[in-house]
């Protein structure tokens, strides 16, 4: 293992509003980007293999339909991926997988630090109070497309995991009805232009507890990215989360 000191930055999803602060966190280390637009002036391409080319790893915060020939182009090209898309489909998700087995890509739902640590913390209250009613709630700007959140489904599959069960086989979406045993709920609110609000829930008939994480600024997803991709280009093939990237 060769790890890179100073990588080249790529951003696909670049013209984005979390493209575009990768871009200014990344500063002189980027050397392009990725959009349904080319422009030359900003070596901005619409082809993810010319950028995939020029870079040792590119930051991915682009669209989930995109993700298949992503992972086909950075593999081709032996270019680290941090991916930051959500709402893929099982095709994207195992396209996703194809490629960590000939390059190194990392994969998170969030790049911030602190929802991170959040994801540990619910798995162990998963495994700690297994009895307990488990609910997330999360809230976001009007135009986030995609419900629950990727942050949410991954604090439920932290929950599922501490509990030893698949979220898939618990996810409860639907509120209406008799709540059954051992689910685990989602409730999803759009509006404004909240950047992101996620609550873990656990109840049970005499006590409650609550985890809570509010992000204030999207740069903290930014600089979560940069963080990522510093730390993943040059490692070898494989998946890794931002859990492996804050162990540093």
């Known amino acids: 293992m060769t790890l890179i000191s100073a990588p080249r930055i790529g951003i696909a999803g670049i ?6 602060l990768c871009a200014e966190e990344a500063g002189s280390a980027l050397v392009g980007g990725l959009s349904r637009t080319a422009d ?7 082809d993810p293999a010319t950028l995939a080319k020029s870079c040792d790893v590119v930051i991915d915060v682009s669209h989930a339909s995109t993700v298949p020939a992503h992972a086909a182009a950075f593999a081709q090209a032996g270019c680290a991926w941090v991916l930051g898309t959500t709402g893929l489909d099982q095709g994207a998700q195992d396209a996703v997988n194809a490629a960590a087995q000939h390059i190194p890509v990392l994969q998170a739902a969030n790049f911030s630090p602190a929802l991170t640590l959040f994801l540990e913390l619910a798995r162990q209250l998963g495994a700690g109070l297994p009895d307990y009613d488990a609910e997330i709630l999360e809230v976001h700007h ?3 497309l995609d419900a629950p959140s990727g942050t949410a489904l991954a604090i439920g599959r932290a929950v599922a995991e501490g509990r030893g069960v698949s979220l898939k086989d618990v996810a409860r979406t639907d509120q209406t009805g008799l709540r059954p045993d051992g689910a685990i709920g989602f409730a999803s609110l759009r509006g404004g232009q909240i950047v992101g609000e996620h609550d873990l829930v656990l109840m049970a008939a005499d006590e409650q507890i609550t985890l809570s994480h509010r992000a204030l600024d999207r740069r903290v997803f930014a600089r979560g990215a940069l963080l990522a991709a510093r730390w993943l280009a040059g490692r070898p093939a494989g998946l890794y989360t931002m859990a492996d990237a804050l162990k540093r």
């Open 40 to 46: 030359a002036e900003r070596n901005i391409t619409t």
């Open 142 to 144: 009007r135009q986030k």
């Open 15 to 20: 013209t984005g509003r979390l493209g575009t």
